[in-house]
């Protein structure tokens, strides 16, 4: 007779000194993909709380079988933050109709269960415990970002543990190729210092949805490689150097862009496996072709088979009908400065109706049209605005994707 898996099955916080083998073994037999031949799998680089170590309160917590043998075989991580869910628009000041209302967040990720062991209801079993500490802590939300084809993982989140269907960001992909991009000659790029840059943020993109209060941390972060700004070289502003974010916001020009680019590579690397022979043979060769031949700029396929690095592209935005322009100049300078740093792939992720989503190139193969963000209301009080209930409210054109969790 199976025994129930409450009496077999034990959910506590994370022990490094003793548990990382049994955590890299679940991480193992669980690769995470689209259905298929090939997965996608996640190297930790032995740290198994490097995905949330930077966020500013996070936990992990494992699911371990009792009994003289006891053995790992499920787990969850999560961390909290303060971010931004909408706009204060009741405020008597016109000059302030955007300023934003804030909640406490938690996000939940990196959900784990041995395949020997799912339907059992330790997937369940991690995501209550989890929540606890999530209200311990005074979060008001706790969402979760799943593959929609992973129809397990939906089910659990909606149907067993009240989780709506909240947003559905695309995350975009482009390979590093092995020669550089050439920028448009009518592009400027400035590097923003991270102080001019946190202002530039609050000033303009701060009701953002999920914009995160401490986006000085984030900013100031030794994985933050910089925040780059593009103008059109027609613009006065491009004929001067970087005079500080006051002046530029005080007569800015007509269009501009800025993004901001987090090194993944000293995280965590990614490595595609189960591709088949001709797959890896046609990528080696486009490879040492453009190797070869750089100055014909051949499109190449970086060896994703092996473990490699990626580039996340964050902060994304800009002004004027020349925006995605601009944007699409900065992502060739984040892909040169990928290709500097050996990675494999740079990505960012942006809402599904972003406005400046065209400036940003990606290869569909590579790439998630529609992410699935699943959120749920935990708490009973509202500590801040008029926004309501935020799992009821439609979509904003943009979303700010915090680094430290992708």
Same mark, same amino acid.
């Given at each position: 007779? +199976? ?9 506590? /916080? ?34 198994? #709380? ?30 909290? @933050?303060?971010?931004?869910?909408? @706009? $204060? ?50 979060? /008001? ?8 084809? $992973? ?13 709506? @269907? ?54 100031? $972060? ?17 004929? $001067? ?17 800025? #993004? ?43 060896? #994703? ?13 800009? +002004? ?49 049209? /529609? ?36």
């Amino acid at each position: 007779m +199976e025994e129930d898996a409450e009496e077999v099955i034990e959910v506590r /916080e994370f022990d490094p000194e003793r548990d990382c083998g049994g955590v890299e073994a679940v991480e193992r037999t669980c690769e995470v993909g689209p259905s298929g031949t090939m997965s996608l799998f996640t190297h930790l680089l032995g740290d198994p #709380l490097a995905r949330i170590r930077h966020s500013p309160a996070f936990l992990m917590l494992v699911a371990e079988t009792r009994g003289p043998v006891r053995e790992i075989v499920g787990l969850v991580r999560g961390c909290i @933050k303060t971010v931004s869910c909408g @706009k $204060n628009r009741h405020c008597s000041n016109p000059a302030r109709a955007a300023t934003p209302i804030y909640t406490t967040v938690a996000y939940l990720l990196g959900l784990r269960v041995s395949p020997f062991h799912r339907r059992r209801g330790i997937g369940l079993k991690l995501v209550q415990r989890m929540e606890r500490w999530f209200r311990e802590m005074g979060a /008001e939300y706790a969402y979760m970002a799943t593959d929609k084809e $992973n129809i397990a993982s939906v089910r659990l989140f909606t149907e067993r543990c009240g989780y709506f @269907k909240f947003r559905t960001p695309s995350i975009l992909v482009h390979p590093v190729f092995a020669h550089r991009l050439p920028l448009p000659r009518r592009a400027a790029i400035l590097r923003v210092p991270p102080r001019d840059a946190e202002s530039l943020y609050r000033r303009r993109f701060a009701a953002t949805e999920f914009f995160p209060r401490d986006v000085d941390a984030i900013l100031s $972060n030794p994985l933050s490689l910089g925040t780059f700004l593009a103008v059109f070289k027609s613009d006065s502003s491009a004929a $001067n150097p970087w005079l500080g974010v006051d002046s530029f916001l005080a007569d800015p020009p007509g269009s501009w862009a800025v #993004l901001s680019v987090w090194n993944c590579k000293e995280v965590f690397r990614l490595e595609v496996r189960g591709a088949p022979t001709w797959r890896r043979g046609l990528a080696r060769t486009t490879r040492a072709v453009d190797r070869a031949f750089p100055w014909l700029r051949i499109p190449s396929v970086p060896d #994703l088979f092996r473990p490699f690095g990626l580039y996340f592209l964050y902060g994304v935005g800009g +002004e004027g009908r020349g925006a995605a322009a601009l944007v699409s100049a900065l992502c060739r300078h984040a892909h040169n400065m990928a290709r500097d740093g050996e990675c494999g792939v740079v990505a960012a992720e942006v809402a599904a109706c972003e406005p400046l989503r065209e400036g940003i190139p990606h290869w569909g193969r590579l790439s998630c049209a /529609e992410d699935l963000w699943c959120m749920k209301r935990i708490a009973d009080e509202y500590s801040e605005g008029t926004v309501g209930d935020w799992t009821k409210k439609p979509p904003g054109p943009s979303i700010f994707v915090d680094p430290r969790e992708f």
